[in-house]
């Protein structure tokens, strides 16, 4: 009697070592499982936000641009006027201007901008012709035009707002645009009635919607130095 109960003491510790065995090596492939879904799962955010922001899905790294960081594009962000002729700007750089363009921060989240891509030789040069201070001939072959909705933003007074929303957007624009290695000038439209109706009739805009600028894009065929404009005396603390 006392070997048999010898032999289920053995039995019972031998069975429940085993159990506590498989307990552990299920945790552990439970939790490698969990690693590879958490992984698997990062990487999906991080190409979602990369194809949303970039076009190109090409993972997680491509978010940066392979460009310089955004403090040092805006410190080396410069007006350019003249362009490389023989270069067009290429399709997926434009759409990533694009995108940055409507990452920008809008009044109650109206999103009233609208952008008219123009790269048809003979809408540029009419473009040229009735905007000589736009650069258009310069040698661009690509102008973007940032309008904005009077109809889709806020009503009443608020409706002045799109100027603020699409100026945001223009900036966004041109920081995308340098970080690409282009180069671009922003030339302003609105509120010059003539500039407005040129504008207007060269690009079909309909009724409702404003031309705010002019942005011709290329590649540069000069390199201004760019300026300093730091002035801690323009900064009022608390009070003017």
Sequence with gaps: MRETTGFAKWLFCFVLGAGLMVL???????????????????????????????????????????????????????????????????????????????????????????????????????LAARLPYSRVGNGAKLAIVVCGSLDNGLPGRGKEYWIHDCSAATMNLLLAAHAQGLGAVWTGVFPGEDRVAAVREILSIPDGYMPLNVIPVGYPAENPPAKDKWNPAKIHYDKW
Excluded: N, Q, Y
């Excluded at 090596?25 to 969990?34: I, L, P, S």
């Excluded at 899905?57 to 460009?67: L, M, Q, S, T």
């Excluded at 997926?92 to 609208?114: F, G, H, N, S, V």
């Design 24 to 126: 552990v090596d299920g945790c552990d492939k439970a939790e490698d499982v969990g690693r590879k879904v958490m992984h698997k799962s990062g990487d999906l955010v991080g190409k979602g936000a990369t194809e949303f922001f970039s076009g190109v899905g090409e993972g997680v790294d491509a978010v940066k641009w392979k460009g310089p960081d955004v403090l040092t594009a805006i410190s080396t962000r410069k007006s350019i006027r003249k362009f490389d002729a023989s270069k067009p700007v290429e399709d997926d750089k434009i759409e990533k201007m694009l995108r940055a363009a409507m990452c920008a921060p809008t009044a109650m989240d109206k999103r009233p901008w609208e952008f008219v891509v123009v790269k048809d030789p003979a809408k540029l040069a009419a």
